[in-house]
């Protein structure tokens, strides 16, 4: 059984880069896409981008070019970072499995397992 | 932007249908996710492709979306589905997520 384990810091300055590792236990990194979803407190669920192993990206206009996923796949982790946070990224981040139907168009892909998500806060 | 409406609430008695509406332009054209979410929860998938149920959800969940509105069915609403649900849809290659509704099972 897959599952998906959040890590990193918890707490980030203003301006600087957030950095978060998703670890995949139980299956291999390269079988599917993967997604970071972040929530705000209170707030709906906001997503930021995927990747896949063979080093296919697309990611939010919400976070415009501040964004950068990235894979290892020898680690079996995907990564996020965002540069130049604000008060505005202060969120639950969740990574996700996103299941790709082959041969279907993206509008059939669906997000199927979910981390236990990680809280951001940026504070100075 | 693409936008995904739901009502922020509902309230229904147990046993009772529940019925959560996510409304957008041509909705219907493309498939929809039904995410429930708990209190303190990560969200879990209920439906996808429109009406499909992963393993383990209740047969009580159902979908379906047509023209403008994708549909999400809880018949014989349990206290256990109190919760918030999150419609998702693609708009080409973006991941939209509609704002939520909080179910009230009372």
């Known amino acids: 059984q897959v599952e998906l384990q959040e890590s990193g810091p918890g707490l980030v300055k203003p301006s600087e880069t957030l950095s978060l590792t998703c670890s995949v236990a139980g299956g291999s990194i390269t079988s599917s896409y993967w997604s970071w979803i972040r929530q705000s407190p209170g707030k709906g669920l906001e997503w930021i981008g995927y990747?896949?192993?063979?080093?296919?990206?697309k990611y939010s206009p919400s976070v415009g070019g501040r964004g950068t996923l990235s894979l290892d796949a020898s680690k079996n982790q995907f990564s996020l970072r965002l540069s130049s946070v604000t008060a505005a990224d202060a969120a639950i981040y969740y990574c996700?499995?996103?299941?790709?139907?082959?041969?279907?168009?993206?509008?059939?892909?669906?997000?199927?397992?979910w981390g236990r998500g990680t809280l951001v806060t940026v504070s100075s | 932007s693409y936008d995904l409406s739901q009502p922020p609430s509902l309230s229904v008695s147990p046993g009772q249908t529940a019925t959560i509406r996510c409304t957008g332009d041509h909705l219907g054209d493309n498939f929809a996710s039904w995410f429930q979410q708990r209190p303190g929860q990560s969200p879990v998938l209920v439906i996808y492709e429109d009406k499909k149920r992963p393993a383990g959800i209740p047969e009580r969940f159902s979908g379906s979306n047509s023209g403008n509105t994708a549909t999400l069915t809880i018949s014989g609403t349990q206290a256990m589905d109190e919760a918030d649900y999150y419609c998702?849809?693609?708009?080409?290659?973006?991941?939209?997520f509609g704002g939520g509704t909080k179910l009230t099972v009372l």
């Open positions: 996700v499995r996103l299941r790709n139907i082959l041969g279907a168009t993206l509008s059939h892909w669906y997000f199927d397992l």
């Open positions: 998702q849809a693609w708009d080409t290659t973006i991941a939209v």
């Open positions: 990747i896949y192993h063979r080093g296919s990206t």
